[in-house]
């Protein structure tokens, strides 16, 4: 039989093998639709991975550290709250669930992004979320590229923004190079920054696109880039779709910076997902009802 299955695979094109490992692999987000190239989640969306899914640092004397799992698919809260007791608790690790060890890292305090506020763990709506604050510019930064050159490239986000104001540069970051000004992004992805302090555009999701007040409401954003096109989306809607020439750069990718959000879950792929966007976001809604 595993003959079988595996001249089935070779038959296939790589869109048809993800399709079939979908079939076969009903459950978790990367069981049906694996080959990410990092997974940041307050849920376990991999069978296969077995570690933790946060590191906590607990604001009291010591500044203990302690790795928070899950029961079954949600972040393990009874642990959380027992480690960091009435105190607040800072994610100093974000870890990565693809199998490539891409982890998100904060070592500076004052930049940590909060999971427990005094005793009480930070929700957004009815599930947990991680709060980046805007004033201490709180983000978790991966140790390597994630994405070689401008490669084709898939992220999708379960987020909801904080702040109504824009203020380029402070409560977000705006357009990208060559974009339409007035495409404004409230959660953004960016790779480090150049020598000019320009950031390198990851992708972006655009929250509105009038440059009118940005809606603080949960929401799932997905960026979709084939090489040649950037495809951008709220939920089920698309907001743009546009010729983009992505930055060549190859560094860090960095989760938070200036927004002022919530973050529940990123994922990234290393190609164009476009194909199953409906479905990859029909999990991650079905997970957190948002729409």
Known sequence: MKYIIFFLLLSLSAAGQQEFFHAQNKGLLLDEYPNAAAAYSLRRVNSR????LIRVRRDS???AEQDIGSIGEALDTVAL?????NNSG????WYDQSGNARNATQT????QPRIVNAGVVEKDGSKVGVRFFRANNTALKTAAALFTGAQARSVYAVYTPLSTTINLGNDIWGQQSGSTPGTWCV?????????????????YFADLTDGSNITTVKKIASFFYDGTTASLYR???????AARALNTVNVQFTIGGTPEAFISEIIVYNSSQLTFRNQLIG???SYYAIY
């Open 49 to 52: 991975y077995t570690g933790p």
């Open 61 to 63: 004397t010591g500044q």
């Open 81 to 85: 709250k027992a480690f960091v007791r």
């Open 90 to 93: 800072f994610v100093t690790t």
């Open 108 to 111: 500076t305090a004052a930049s």
């Open 187 to 203: 959660l953004q992805f960016r790779q480090a920054f150049g020598a000019n302090g320009d950031p390198y555009f990851a992708g």
């Open 235 to 241: 939920n089920s809607t698309l907001v743009q779709s």
């Open 283 to 285: 999990n991650i809604n």
